[in-house]
Nanobody, 125 residues
């Protein structure tokens, strides 16, 4: 059983920045990877970024590469997403996710088995 607590969402002006945090907790589990997804109204959940817990290898969607940065605190099972140069099209509910088993799938929702509740990010023009 894994619980994820997200924070950092809110309203930001276009061109601004936000930093999202997500802490995973639970008894007797191993973190293999953590990632970030988002879902806008009427759209499917979209992969944004992921980080491997063993070596720290990172993955990014083309839409956020160069603007978003993922990082981790392995001792606290916490993942961060630094979002810069935000655009109106970035507005969505942002979700963090954790995988507690081995898999080579980092960029799809099927590669994760625990999810946070989501945090709203709104970008104004």
């Amino acid at each position: 059983q894994v619980q994820l607590v997200e924070s950092g969402g809110g309203l930001v002006q276009a061109g601004g920045s936000l930093r999202l945090s997500c802490a995973a907790s639970g008894r007797t589990f191993r973190t293999y990877a953590m990632g970030w997804f988002r879902q806008a109204p009427g759209k499917e959940r979209e992969f944004l970024s992921a980080i491997d817990w063993s070596g720290g290898r990172t993955y990014y969607a083309d839409s956020v590469k160069g603007r978003f940065t993922i990082s981790r605190d392995s001792l606290q099972n916490t993942v961060y997403l630094q979002m810069n140069s935000l655009k109106p099209e970035d507005a969505a509910v942002y979700y963090c996710a954790v995988r507690s088993y081995y898999s080579a799938s980092y960029t799809t929702a099927q590669g994760y088995n625990y999810w946070g509740q989501g945090t709203q990010v709104t970008v104004s023009s």
